[in-house]
Each structure stands twice: as structure tokens, then as C-alpha cells.
């Protein structure tokens, strides 16, 4: 059997699946628009009040638009396979992948891209909309290679949260009940990316802490590239960094698989 | 006047169709395609106090939509109803308060509550008095066998015993009209008889009035002296359940067996062949012919065995069916 | 009148009873919704950290005060997920698989039964926690009296945006009789929901406008608060509950609006 084309017939199922909810897509963008547009007013009402130029190091434009990129980054990356495979490891359905010549990471990693790959070009969109008009009004000044860095480390960004998302869902072979345990996970992971607010809200040492986690280059990261807050050699530093922690990650899902995977088979499903 | 009363109910209803892809998907949004289904066309019956009566029809026959009217639950497109001297859907809570509506595929019963609690629940819910539900809820559970299992949690409990507990929740205010829809479906030979010998029972002792469907006969056969039979909306019979074959010209059904073979070409002067082969036949012909055939079949064949049985239900039944969609 | 009142007391009473005891059959799961609700609430108090941070002040109110308004909007949140959330993420199930017809035949009112059945207990508990004492410490630092017409002032507006909390989130449930798939129309209304955590003070004036007379959503978390803070005269609280009782009417005739549909439109 041809890897390629089996792999390739997964990828455009998963593409399949998301036309099926585009209009579930398309009505979270919408959702995903309020929280934006109250923090927009919120911070709108802080820097008048100030009168300051900048505060946490970020100009009220810069703030702006890392609130509107954050909101559009988060919804892009957002994992929802979690339940599945919870089900999937509880109900038995793992057993499929495992008599059948597919490895069930690669099943779940190229279904993954499928279904993000509409919404990818979707996001792509929206955010040249949006880099247009913020470099129109000066907020934003363009330059070439950070639009090419950020576009890679959006799709590192992907590949790591969907890594971090798969090593969490290793947890469903010890714990019982799960749905409420993913909910907790993926708000947590979010608020520590910096998907809500910019990390610099919690001041100096939790931003330097946070840098020795992944959870920074998988939303914090790729904005503040874009928005031009991270300096020329800071950017490719942390493109090795996110790199390197993709890397690790896949063989700590590997590892974490592995063994968990061997007490599922021990058990018998 | 009639306990129940029923003219020319009629209730159709509009659905949708969707066709698949994305830009059928947005013309829906603006226009539909509707079509329309009648789930029940004039329909006419009388019941009187404490008879229990059986609706039989396959699926999607009107049975459940009929019951639905006359609960209240649905509204009818055209036609009339009297229900114990209320008009069902008007949903008088006087009226909710005479009656009670069990559906076997949907439980009241909260999964992870003891019946008891749904049941306490429901005494409130009818105002029964106090003494009352104590003396009901003694009594139901000793017909039915399950005082011990009132304080189990419901998850806990055998499909049969679910539904005990189900009728015992919908008993509780001593209803006088008793609606069941597929009562005994899912469940084991012996659970269907006890829930069958129940209501029986329940029936007989109280004076209840009960209506039922169920498409499994033994239900209709075992409980209820009188049978509607309805499909495709239509009433096709109303009568006991035992007389269908009247309407069929009064047909027997002659089985042989014999000690040597006989080809069919002999034996279908006599009658209609319903199954044969070389040692054994079954005849289907009328009442009157009887004697005449047996004489025939005894003396000129060789003949061992013999029996001669009434048509089955079933066969009248799908035959009444087949005969409404051809007519 | 006085006999159904205390009917329905006692059949809410039941329900409670019921939950509890349902609830403590899963100790895990309670344990569980406490820190699913935590977490939000931690995600909530994000903003607290932003407005103490940059010292914020809104027409004047320092962030102090400003606790009495994300306060008052955390313990309605908690409300909301305690008493009415699981009920309206039930009704669409009701309608699909057919449970609302049995509740049909109960003589008592369906609306009644479907919207409010079901009381989480372990939801609500960090919020109302948690957001009693951001409007205590709100309380105390603004130096407003603790007198009874102030404590029974900020109870009836309380008690108005539960009322108007349940009107305005049951809409999308009551969209489920109609249409199918309702699941992304109550989490836009969710998020909209997030809009109160602060006065609407900072909302240009046409937000306001539509958040106050359209959609009455800024009632619920800034009429007590502004009460307390003394810049809303009883006037206003008046027309407020006024106002939620005439919201509460014309939800009631829309949902007996949708059960006539949902009558004569099934089968």
C-alpha cells in the first residue's frame, strides 16, 4: 500500500469533515469576534485613562492588534479531536488502528491539517485584511521576512498545540471521567499561550518563567512576530526554541503513547 | 355520553425537504420545499368506560399520532374529540389530572434517582393526598412484585423492572384513562406477560379505561376485547380482534399429511394452496365447502392426518393491509 | 393563587432535593465542575489583574469600585450556571427526542418543568463565592453605608437581572423548536454574555443604547452596582423591574408561541 495515497485520503477527509461544519466555523468566528471587540473597548478605556503611550510595553495600537490576532490565532490552532480520542481509547476504538497497517498519530495528525487547512486559508484572509489596514493606519510597520516568519510559526504553532492537545489525551487511559478534564486543560493551555491577554499582564518574572514552557510560541509568539514586538535576533532564537519543542513533544507523545498504550492492550481494551 | 368520543380526526403535517450540498443548503435558507404528510385521515371511534382497546398498524401508521391527540399533546388539523367530557387539547389541567400516558421508549424516571423519588415527584406533581399515595404505592408495588426495588437506583435495574416502576409513576393518582404506547417493547417473554397480566388486572380491578398500541399481537390479543386496526392513517377495522376473520368470508385453513405423494395439480380444485409438498398440504377455502372437501380429500387420497384451524390473525390482518392499498 | 405558589415552592423544593441527591451519587463529577468553573473564574479575574495593573478608572471609579461591577456580573454568572444553564442546554434534547411530550400530559406547567428542572449545585459555588466578596471588598472600600434600603435595594435589582438573565438566555432553547441545529446560537450568546464584566460605562453610547432598551443585557450587572454607588434613583430600579416583568410576559407568550408550533407541526 502507497503511504502517500493513504495519507493523502486522509488529509481530504478531514478537509471533508470541516465543510460539514463550516457554518459551526463561521458562526465561532463570530463568537469569537465579541470577546474581542469588549477587550477592544476595555483596553481602549485604559489608555485613555493613562495617557500613558505604552504600558506593559505595548503601544495602544500594538495592544489592539495583538488582541485581534490572538482571538484569530486561538480559533485557528483550537484542537477539538480531544473527545474523540478519549472516546476512542474508552470505547474501544483504538483496536482498529491498532490490526490495521495505519499508525493512529499519523491518522490523527494529517486529519488534524485537513480540517485546518480551509480554515487556514480563511484565517490567511482575515489577516491580510487586518495586516492591511493596521499598517494603513501605522500600527503596524510591514516587513517582508516577519510575514514569512510568522506564517511558518503559525503552522509550528499548529503542529505544537496539536502535539500538546495529543500528549493531554494520553491522560484518558487512566482517568474516568474525562470531558470536564479537557475543558479545564485547553482553557489553562490558553490562557498561558497568551490567547486572552499578552503575557506581559503578569509581569516581568511570569513572562521569563513562561519562557521555558512551550505554551508561549504556540500564540504569544507568532502575534509578537508579526506585530514586530520581538527584535530580528530574538525572532529566529525562538524559532529554534519552538522548533526544538515540537520536537521534543513528539517524542514525549510517543513515549507517553507507548506506555500507556501497552497498559491498554494489558487491560484488553 | 361516551367516555371517549372521536370524529373524523385528521392531522397532517408539513415537512421539509433538504437536498445535500452547500448551495441546496443556502437556497433552504430562503426557500423550502414543503411537503405534506397525513399521519391520521379521518378517523371515527366511541369508547365507552373500563373497555380496554388495542390500536394495531405497522409503523407510521397513526397509531402513536392518534394517541397523541387524544392526550393532548398534539393538535389536530381538522376533526373533534371528547375525552371524559374535556377536549384533550385544550390541556385543561383538570383534565391531565384523569388520565396518565406511559411510552415505552421514553422514560419519566430520573436514571440516577430511586423510582421512588420519580414517584414522589409525580404525587406532587397530581396533588394525590397523602394517605392515598401511600395506600397506592403499597398496593402497585405488591401487584407488580417490586417493593424492594422502589430504593434502587433506576440505572440499576433490568429493562422489565424499569417498567414496572414506569407504571407505578404513571398509577399513582389512580388515572381513570390509561394511554400506553408500546408498552411492552424491548422487553423479555417473561416481563411482557407480567406487564401484560398487570394491566389486566389494573383494568378489571379499578374499572380503568385503557388504550394501547403495540405491533406485537400477543399485547392486543391477551388484553383487549376490542381492536382498531389503523394504517396509513386509516381505520380499517374496529371490532374483536378474533372476529377479523368475518370480514374475510369466514376462510378455514385445512392441513394434511400423507403416506404417499400427491402432486398440487390434484389438490387445487379443492381450494387455495397455501404450502405444499409431496407428503403434506395446507388449503385455505371457505366455511361452507368444509364438509364437502374433507369428504373428498379423506376418501381419495391417502390421507394419515388431518386438522382443520381458523385462519391466523396475522395472515387476516396483512391481508386487510394489502387490501387497503390495492382498493 | 396562594395554593399554586406553594405548589410550584414545593416542586421546586423536589427538584432541588433531587439534584443533590443525584449529584452526590458522582462526588468525582462535583468535584470536577467545581474546577471547571474555577478556571473560568480564574480566566475572569484575568481582568481584574489588567484593571488593578494600570490603576483604571471608569467615570471616576476607581478599580475598587469597579469590583462591585465584575462581582455583581460573577455571582449572576453563577446563578445562571446553577439554575437555569443545564435546563436550557436540555430543552433542544427535549424537543428532538420527543421527553417534552411526556411532560406535555403533567397537569402542572410545562415551561415550568422544562426550564427548570434541573439545579446544579456544584457549578455556582466559586462564582458566588468569589464574587460576594469582590463586591465586599468593592463595599467597603467605596465607604457605602451598609443600611437595609441599601442591602434591599441591591437585592431587588439582583432578583430583576435573574429575571432577566432567564429571559434573555433562554432564547436560544426556545429557537430549538424551529430549527435543528441551535448549539452555535447559544454560544454567541454566551459570549456576548462576557460583555457585562465590566460598566457598560466604557461602551461608546450606541452600545449602551442597544445593550440597555434593545437587548436589556447591561441591566443585569450595572443597576446594582450603580444603585450602591448611589448614581441610580429609585426611579430607575422601579422601571428596571418594571421592565423585567414585561420581558418575562413576552418571553412567556413566545414560549407558548413555540409549543403551539411544536403542537401542530409534529407528529
Not at chain 1, 155 to 171: D, E, H, M, T, V
Not at chain 2, 174 to 201: A, C, H, M, N, W
Not at chain 3, 157 to 173: E, N
Request: aromatic share 14%.
Amino acid at each position: 500500500m502507497n503511504r502517500r495515497r493513504l495519507y493523502s485520503a486522509i488529509f481530504s477527509m478531514g478537509v471533508q469533515h470541516s465543510m460539514e461544519y463550516r457554518l459551526h466555523f463561521f458562526l465561532g468566528l463570530l463568537g469569537a469576534m465579541f470577546p474581542i471587540l469588549v477587550q477592544y473597548f476595555i483596553w481602549t478605556a485604559v489608555y485613555r485613562h493613562s495617557g500613558q503611550a505604552a504600558l506593559f510595553s505595548y503601544s495602544y495600537g500594538q495592544i489592539i492588534l495583538y488582541t485581534i490576532l490572538a482571538g484569530l490565532v486561538s480559533k485557528l490552532i483550537a484542537t477539538q479531536f480531544e473527545q474523540q480520542i478519549a472516546d476512542d481509547i474508552k470505547n474501544g476504538g483504538l483496536n482498529k488502528y491498532l490490526i490495521k497497517p495505519v499508525s493512529y498519530f499519523g491518522y490523527r495528525l494529517v486529519s488534524f491539517f485537513g480540517q485546518k487547512a480551509i480554515y487556514y486559508g480563511i484565517t490567511a484572509l482575515l489577516l491580510g485584511g487586518i495586516i492591511w489596514f493596521a499598517s494603513a493606519r501605522g500600527a503596524l510597520e510591514l516587513q517582508a521576512i516577519r510575514l514569512i516568519l510568522f506564517a511558518i510559526t503559525l503552522w509550528g504553532a499548529l503542529l505544537l498545540n496539536f502535539l500538546i492537545a495529543y500528549c493531554i489525551c494520553a491522560s484518558a487511559f487512566y482517568l474516568h471521567e474525562i470531558s470536564y478534564f479537557f475543558v479545564i486543560t485547553s482553557l489553562l493551555v490558553n490562557i498561558l499561550s497568551g490567547g486572552m491577554f499578552p503575557l506581559e499582564i503578569f509581569g516581568e518574572s511570569v513572562v521569563k518563567a513562561l519562557q521555558f514552557t512551550p505554551f508561549p510560541y504556540t500564540i504569544y509568539f507568532p502575534v509578537n512576530v508579526l506585530s514586530g514586538k520581538t527584535e530580528v535576533a530574538a525572532m529566529y532564537q525562538g524559532l529554534l526554541i519552538q522548533w526544538g519543542w515540537i520536537l521534543l513533544f513528539i517524542g514525549l507523545s510517543r513515549l507517553t503513547w507507548q506506555v500507556s498504550m501497552k497498559k491498554y492492550s494489558a487491560v484488553g481494551g | 355520553m361516551d367516555f371517549i368520543h372521536v370524529r373524523e380526526l385528521h392531522k397532517s403535517f408539513v415537512y421539509y425537504r433538504k437536498e445535500a450540498g452547500l448551495r441546496n443548503s443556502l437556497k433552504n435558507l430562503f426557500v423550502r420545499k414543503s411537503l405534506v404528510k397525513e399521519a391520521v385521515k379521518s378517523v371515527s371511534f366511541d369508547i365507552g368506560p373500563g373497555e380496554c382497546v388495542g390500536f394495531l398498524g405497522p409503523n407510521g401508521a397513526g397509531k402513536t399520532t392518534t394517541l397523541k391527540m387524544l392526550s393532548g399533546i398534539l393538535y389536530p388539523t381538522s376533526g373533534e374529540a371528547n375525552v371524559l367530557g374535556y377536549v384533550p387539547w385544550e390541556r385543561k389541567n383538570e383534565f391531565k389530572r384523569l388520565f396518565s400516558m406511559v411510552m415505552g421508549q421514553k422514560n419519566q424516571l430520573w436514571w440516577d434517582l430511586p423510582a421512588s423519588e420519580s414517584i414522589y415527584l409525580n404525587k406532587c406533581i397530581y396533588d394525590v393526598d397523602d394517605h392515598l399515595y401511600r395506600r397506592s404505592l403499597a398496593e402497585l408495588s405488591e401487584m407488580l412484585d417490586v417493593q424492594d426495588l422502589l430504593d434502587v437506583q433506576v440505572r440499576r435495574l433490568s429493562l422489565g423492572e424499569r417498567m414496572k416502576m414506569e407504571l407505578i409513576a404513571a398509577l399513582i393518582h389512580r388515572p381513570r384513562l390509561l394511554y400506553l404506547d408500546e408498552p411492552t417493547i424491548g422487553l423479555d417473554f417473561p416481563s411482557q406477560k407480567k406487564v401484560r397480566e398487570f394491566l389486566k388486572y389494573y383494568n378489571e380491578q379499578f374499572g380503568a379505561t385503557i388504550l394501547l398500541t403495540s405491533h406485537y399481537m400477543k399485547d392486543v390479543e391477551d388484553l383487549c376485547r376490542r381492536t382498531i386496526i389503523i394504517n396509513e392513517g386509516n381505520l380499517l377495522y374496529d371490532g374483536e380482534l378474533h372476529r377479523i376473520n368475518d370480514r374475510f368470508g369466514e376462510q378455514k385453513i385445512i392441513k394434511l399429511q400423507f403416506s404417499e405423494p400427491v402432486t398440487e395439480q390434484r389438490l387445487a380444485k379443492f381450494g387455495r394452496i397455501v404450502r405444499a409438498d409431496d407428503y403434506s398440504a395446507v388449503l385455505e377455502l371457505p366455511k361452507y365447502r368444509l364438509k364437502e372437501v374433507s369428504r373428498a380429500v379423506l376418501d381419495s387420497f391417502p390421507t394419515i392426518d388431518w386438522t382443520i384451524e381458523d385462519v391466523p390473525i396475522e395472515d387476516s390482518i396483512s391481508m386487510l393491509y394489502h387490501k387497503e392499498s390495492v382498493g | 393563587m396562594f395554593r399554586t405558589m406553594r405548589k410550584y415552592a414545593r416542586l421546586y423544593g423536589i427538584f432541588i432535593k433531587n439534584c443533590l441527591i443525584a449529584q452526590m451519587e458522582f462526588r468525582g463529577n462535583f468535584m470536577m465542575s467545581l474546577l471547571v468553573e474555577s478556571v473560568y473564574l480564574v480566566a475572569k479575574l484575568l481582568y481584574v489583574l489588567v484593571v488593578f495593573r494600570t490603576d483604571l478608572h471608569v467615570d471616576g471609579i476607581p478599580p475598587e469600585g469597579l469590583l462591585l461591577f465584575i462581582g455583581m456580573h460573577t455571582v449572576v454568572t453563577g446563578f445562571y450556571v446553577g439554575l437555569f444553564f443545564t435546563n436550557f442546554m436540555k430543552i433542544p434534547e427535549y424537543v428532538k427526542d420527543g421527553s417534552l411530550d411526556l411532560m406535555l400530559t403533567k397537569p402542572v406547567s410545562l415551561q415550568f418543568m422544562a426550564s427548570l428542572r434541573y439545579v446544579d449545585l456544584a457549578l455556582p459555588i466559586p462564582d458566588i463565592l468569589v464574587g460576594l466578596v469582590m463586591i465586599g471588598i468593592g463595599w467597603h472600600a467605596m465607604e457605602i453605608p451598609l443600611t437595609f434600603l441599601h442591602i434591599a435595594g441591591f437585592a431587588l435589582l439582583l432578583l430583576v437581572s435573574m429575571v432577566i438573565t432567564y429571559c434573555l438566555m433562554i432564547i436560544p432553547a426556545l429557537l430549538s423548536f424551529r430549527f435543528v441545529q441551535t448549539g452555535a446560537v447559544s454560544e454567541i450568546a454566551h459570549s456576548v454574555w462576557d460583555a457585562n464584566n465590566f460598566p457598560m460605562a466604557i461602551y461608546p453610547t450606541w452600545v449602551r443604547r442597544i445593550g440597555t432598551f434593545v437587548i436589556p443585557l447591561f441591566l443585569i450587572t450595572n443597576f446594582g452596582p450603580l444603585f450602591l454607588l448611589g448614581q441610580l434613583s429609585w426611579l430607575y430600579a422601579g422601571l428596571a423591574l418594571a421592565g423585567s416583568l414585561l420581558l418575562f410576559v413576552a418571553i412567556r407568550l413566545l414560549w407558548q408561541r413555540a409549543v403551539r408550533g411544536y403542537s401542530s407541526a409534529s407528529s
